[in-house]
């Protein structure tokens, strides 16, 4: 019988791009001639904290932060010119017009997947950048949006000759979040974390996902959800800056768990009784309405099971037929949906599947004389045919802007489907769930063909993929151990224009 498709360990590739350890010694207390308003009443030593320590001890450190000036995140001293130089653009390109044409950009094409930014909040980060003294945080994260854009947007070729956006804007993205990464690494955080905070520790995560930076992916992931839960602790005081709050609560909690999912981690973020819920009469909320759905049952008690963890009670199967149920149950039927929601929620939805028959195969639960399609060895054949009919219809551009993510899911469900058929026999097309849509082969090639197309595909999947259909399906290998676009017939997706 067919083995689970390559395991989370075998899947991690160890890119040596773990960050540089911070030496910097803490600030030494002094007194400072800009101290905050209480110190300045008694004529006592103030230090550059904000709230700072004589008004956290007498439990006014509000009061500190309402009479400072000094702003709420500064730069620390520079350790060389790097530092110095990322800072330098950084306020550089947050006051310039490329924000305007990325936050444009996000709004049409990321906003739908991950609502975490309103237009008047961008508005009012753009006034705070207009003086980097004050609003280095504000400056840090507009670039990192900005980078967001760049490395997960088909931009239009047709953006006209005075765009700010460059012919090579993917380069132009990676460095943008490499200048954001550096000043991040460099600011020096008041003790109360923001919103903001939050936000920029998002994106570039986002970013590291991006370009397969797994180590910085996972360390800047875990620094978002931690500084989401301080920041939930200090109610933000906007409306608005707590409904992105809780927004983001689900965007981070789809995110954690789907990199749990691939790379065997351990999930911090949980559905208690006292967490946001996503509005469900805003219709441009169904789309994360669903996505957090999909997720909801992927709980400890399943990651307890995916990672094999030593627990004090066995496991139960119902645990996995509970989670199937909900996942299938997801996405309602009336949800209002763009296709960009659609990519991602289809998609995901099948990917979560395979990852339950996997579960279900190691577990020894699958059997071939079930009338359960989906518990039987099979069933991976009916996931790719499923996957392959409901994004033929859509634009590849609506998937391509979801980044590394689809693109490893497409070839887990792949991966999948090579096991499967390498275990069937050729002799008997209906065990093979060959169907008057077309045989396993064809759907491959389909994905195979959609994986090419996607961020990561060309460079990293597709090769994986081949050596996996070497091995299993070598009559099916393509020639040479590498395949090119012209090896198979790409899916003739609309682009943006």
């Known amino acids: 019988m067919p083995s689970a498709s390559m395991d989370a360990q075998s899947r991690k590739r160890q890119d040596g791009d773990v960050s540089p350890s911070d030496d910097r010694q803490p600030s030494k207390r002094f007194q400072v001639p800009r101290a905050c308003q209480r110190c300045k009443s008694l004529r006592r030593g ?111 070729a047709s953006r006209g000759p005075g765009s700010a956006i460059p012919d090579d804007y993917e380069v132009y993205g990676k460095t943008l979040l490499d200048t954001a990464s550096t000043t991040y690494q460099t600011i020096h955080w008041p003790p109360t974390p923001t919103l903001d905070s939050c936000l920029l520790a998002f994106f570039i995560y986002a970013g590291q996902n991006r370009l397969a930076r797994h180590s910085k992916t ?59 819920e996503i509005d469900a009469t805003d219709p441009s909320l169904h789309g994360l309405r669903s996505l957090a759905a999909l997720f909801r049952p992927i709980d400890s008690a399943f990651m307890a099971i995916k990672n094999e963890e030593q627990l004090l009670l066995p496991w139960s199967p119902e645990v996995l037929d509970r989670a199937e149920r909900a996942i299938n149950s997801a996405i309602p039927t009336s949800a209002i949906l763009q296709d960009t929601q659609k990519a991602n929620l289809r998609i995901t939805k099948l990917w979560l599947r395979i990852i339950i028959w996997q579960l279900r195969l190691r577990l020894g639960l699958l059997t071939e004389t079930s009338h359960h399609r989906n518990l039987t060895y099979r069933y991976p054949v009916d996931v790719a045919k499923e996957l392959t009919l409901s994004t033929r219809d859509l634009p590849i551009h609506t998937i391509h802007v979801h980044g590394i993510g689809l693109t490893e899911k497409l070839f887990d469900v792949a991966s999948a ?12 097309p209906s065990a093979r769930g060959m169907s008057v849509e077309g045989p396993p082969e064809e759907d491959l090639a389909y994905l195979r063909a959609l994986i090419l197309q996607l961020p990561g595909g060309l460079s990293v999947y597709n090769e994986l993929l081949e050596k996996h259909i070497q091995q299993a399906l070598p009559a099916m290998a393509s020639p040479g151990s590498h395949t090119s676009p012209g090896t198979v017939s790409l899916i003739s997706h609309q682009s943006p224009t």
């Open 417 to 428: 489907v090579v096991d499967v058929m390498a275990q069937i026999p050729h002799t008997s």
């Open 218 to 276: 996972f360390l800047c992931l875990r620094q978002a959800t931690t500084l989401w839960a301080l920041v939930k602790d200090h109610k933000p005081a906007s409306p608005t800056a707590e409904t992105l709050l809780n927004r983001l609560f689900w965007v981070l909690l789809v995110s954690e768990r789907s990199h749990a999912i691939r790379y065997g981690r351990s999930i911090a973020l949980h559905v208690t009784p006292d967490v946001p």
């Open 46 to 156: 103030c230090d550059e904290h904000r709230p700072c320590q004589r008004c956290l001890r007498a439990g006014l450190g509000n009061e500190c932060v309402g009479g400072s000036s000094w702003p709420a995140a500064t730069p620390m001293p520079a350790p060389g010119h790097d530092a110095a130089a990322a800072w330098a653009r950084v306020v550089a390109e947050a006051q310039g017009p490329i924000v305007e044409e990325c936050a444009r950009l996000f709004f049409e094409l990321c906003h739908p997947t991950i609502p975490i930014l309103t237009l008047d909040y961008v508005a009012r980060l753009r006034d705070a950048a207009m003086n980097p003294h004050t609003g280095i945080e504000a400056c840090t994260l507009l670039v990192a949006m900005c980078a967001h854009v760049l490395l997960h947007v088909e931009v239009p």
